[in-house]
């Protein structure tokens, strides 16, 4: 059998703790106040079986809080009603609560039979079939039983193991998590923090992350059912020994999990479903107590949408708490009215953090698209929202709360079924949903289209301008580029982008003058000239002989050299050879050697070599060159 909790729930003096020591042999009060009072003010623990565990409940009003905490880890529950006094106001809270935290199995007991007449009873459990009605409980065993006399007890113990054979359970989700309801130190051990392990698994020696410290430690030993392992998995109670962290540093409501999933915000999304038996809709800006996991926050719930949720119905909801907590994709929650304090309603972390900002109608549709069981339809819905931004299986799984293997292979079908695009960025394989990402290269192609329009004669869209303009996330635009490039859609010419039919528009006289600029630069030879030299020869403003030396470096029919000085690709061709020819009968070569070479002044020979160097025809040792590769 896998590993299962159970949970008490039920009203007070109700006899929830002494059903527990009749059927495990546990009292589960194991504070002083408690058994001096009588009365469950706290969650306790005791295990049926060495696969069975029992969280035990307060029933009191006052410890809602307390009852919440033990029953949001659980994976079924006991609803405990006694025979004298029937469905009382808890017993209705509590049962709205863990059909709230999506619990979906369990059994009933009836407590107390010995204090009443069979008449009596068969009305009390007339009563609670009506009170099932529509819950998880509606066609659950209803078993009759006594702690005092002990009739029943038996019956109910194999109820319980015979439903924790069948019960339905929890996706495991992979990743160790284990949310902390009691801490305390052992002389000897230091500090051990227990709790239920919600998914994944432990193990001895393992490095884990405390959350909401953000700190790293080293889980030294752990237990389960009293019993020392190597290994704790999910739905068992542990018990894990941490080192180098001090009680005083860990409180319940902390988490201990595997670093960098858990998000700690907030402000988080949901979808809410409010009890039918509040008398008054829930308002925007409600100030409310927000219970999860083990932990409550006091927050301001913002309804999106609509302008109320009314009793029994459902909504979209967004929390803004008064301190961040520790919040993962899918988790159950409970709302809780500030004051006076009754429970409002609960439901499902649909975001856990601020999400990116769109229109309101796709956060909409995208939160309602969240609310899926299934993985395929999460991970499309959540690769539309980022739009943008491309995701790996590591950024998914941090927002999902799944480990990245159990991603991958949905991952790779809604690749197959063309819902997400693939690519490889640095290395790594991002998602991005394809959809958005056709609209992304649709704006792309518009763009260059656009630039060209506006600038006829530029020979293309500067890469890193265009990029920029785009204000896309790292590694998002480039992989667009690329895809359209290797589609054919785009052509990519050194630092250039542009349309493949894309070609410079010149007017006849702009012709003329671009041909007059070109035949300078080529009968200047090895004296290359600068701007200042052909703006004088040529008349010509800066900004226009610019954009006219840029063409022709396009054409590939000049070169901008050191220190703006500009030459044609003809003259290299020149330049090379006699370097070739020079170093047939020589090692090295000086200025000097190379001022007789090229029959040019100082003024030339330095942007000269500077070039050979850079082309990497020469290489500079002290105050000469050697040839390198001609």
Known sequence: ?????????????????????????????????????????????????????????????????????????????????????????????????????????????????????????????????????????????????????????????????????????????GLPRLPVDRVFSVKGFGTVVTGSVLSGAFQSGQQVEVLPLRKMTKIRGMQTHSHPVQQVKMSERAALNLSDVEVEEIHRGAQVTASGYLQVSDEVYGSLQLLAEVEKPLLPNQRIRLHLGTTEVLGRCSILSGKSILPGESGLVKFRLEEPAIVGFGDRFIIRFYSPMFTLGGGKILYPGELPHVPKGQLLRTLAALQSDALPDLIAALSELHEERLLSLKDMSRELFFAPEILEEPVNALVQQEVLSEYTIDGEQKYGHAGTLRRMREHILERVADYHQAHPKQPGYPRSQLLQELGLPDGTGEALLRELEAAGALAEEGPLVKAPGHRITLTDSEQARLEALERHIRTAGLTPPTIKDLQDALSLNEPNLRQYLQILQYQKKVLRIAEDYYLHADAKNVLKDKLREYFTNSDELSVGDFKDLTGGTRKYAIPLLEYSDQAGWTRREAEVRKKHNL
């Open 1 to 173: 059998m896998q590993p299962i909790i159970w949970g008490t729930a039920g009203h007070i003096d109700h006899g929830k703790t002494a059903l527990m020591k009749a059927l495990t042999g546990t009292d589960t009060d194991r504070l002083e106040e408690e058994q001096a009072r009588g009365l469950t003010i706290d969650i306790g623990f005791a295990f049926l079986t060495d696969e069975i565990s029992f969280i035990d409940v307060p029933g009191h009003e006052k410890f809602v809080k307390n009852m919440v905490t033990g029953v949001s880890t659980i994976d079924a529950g006991l609803l405990v009603v006694a025979a004298d006094d029937g469905v009382m106001p808890q017993t209705k809270e509590h049962l709205g609560i863990m059909q709230l935290l999506g619990i979906s199995a369990g059994c009933v007991a009836i407590t107390k039979i010995d204090l009443v007449e069979d008449e009596w009873l068969e009305l009390v459990e007339e009563a609670i079939r009506e009170q099932l009605e529509g819950t998880f409980l509606a066609q659950a065993p209803i078993v009759r039983t006594s702690a005092e006399t002990g009739e029943g007890i038996a019956e109910l113990k194999a109820t319980v193991l015979r439903l924790s054979e069948t019960l339905p359970r929890r996706m495991d989700r």
